[in-house]
T-cell receptor, first 114, second 113 residues
């Protein structure tokens, strides 16, 4: 158990819909990262938050957004869903920013868009 | 932009065979390098990391990796694999003092008894 909790574990929805994925980082960790893992693209960095503020941005689509709340949990919002958004979405946390060292990953949320 | 290449997508070995998984990165500056492992049905976890110093780093479960700066490589090795090493292995890199951890596409290792 990494200490990072993600909900839901599985989600099936239809094209055009909107979903929210939730992540609770390890106790005390200020940084939260979101990654998308798909068969054809591997593990893609989406976005990182540190203590409530956006810190780094990767290949995140405009249809996707994220935020980190004062209690440090984070949500990834995916809207106008397309079939290609079907993937495993991982959240990770770390205690630091810059030279982060080790990231602790959750078990992922598997999104299926039909 | 940084990128990471893992050339072996799928490796099949018998127990006790030696393992070497290739990893090359593209970035001209100082980097931090990592290998993560994902066992079937489990979350990603850190296997080993290199920040500075001795380019040969040792990780958990008998794994080691060697940083060769001139080749932009960070290959993972294990002298004798076990069935329990069956997993997906990801090489990753961050530029020094940044937060964006970039992963390679992963190598699926299957070890047969």
């Amino acid at each position: 158990d990494s200490g990072v909790t993600q909900t839901p574990k599985h989600l099936i929805t239809a094209t055009g819909q909107r979903v929210t994925l939730r992540c609770s980082p390890r106790s005390g960790d200020l940084s939260v990262y979101w990654y998308q893992q798909s068969l054809d693209q591997g593990l893609q960095f989406l976005i990182q938050y540190y203590n409530g503020e956006e810190r780094a941005k990767g290949n995140i689509l405009e249809r996707f957004s994220a935020q980190q709340f004062p209690d440090l949990h984070s949500e990834l919002n995916l809207s106008s869903l397309e079939l290609g958004d079907s993937a495993l979405y991982f959240c990770a946390s770390s205690s630091r920013t810059g030279n982060t060292g080790e990231l602790f990953f959750g078990e992922g949320s598997r999104l299926t868009v039909l | 932009a940084q990128s990471v290449s893992q050339h072996n997508h799928h490796v099949i070995l018998s127990e006790a065979a030696s393992l070497e998984l290739g990893c090359n990165y593209s970035y001209g500056g100082t980097v931090n390098l990592f290998w993560y492992v994902q066992y079937p049905g489990q979350h990603l976890q850190l296997l080993l990391k290199y920040f500075s110093g001795d380019p040969l780093v040792k990780g958990i479960k008998g794994f080691e990796a060697e940083f060769i700066k001139s080749k932009f490589s960070f290959n993972l090795r294990k002298p004798s694999v076990q069935w329990s090493d069956t997993a997906e292995y990801f090489c990753a890199v961050t530029a020094y003092n940044t937060d964006k951890l970039i992963f390679g596409t992963g190598t699926r290792l299957q070890v047969f008894p």
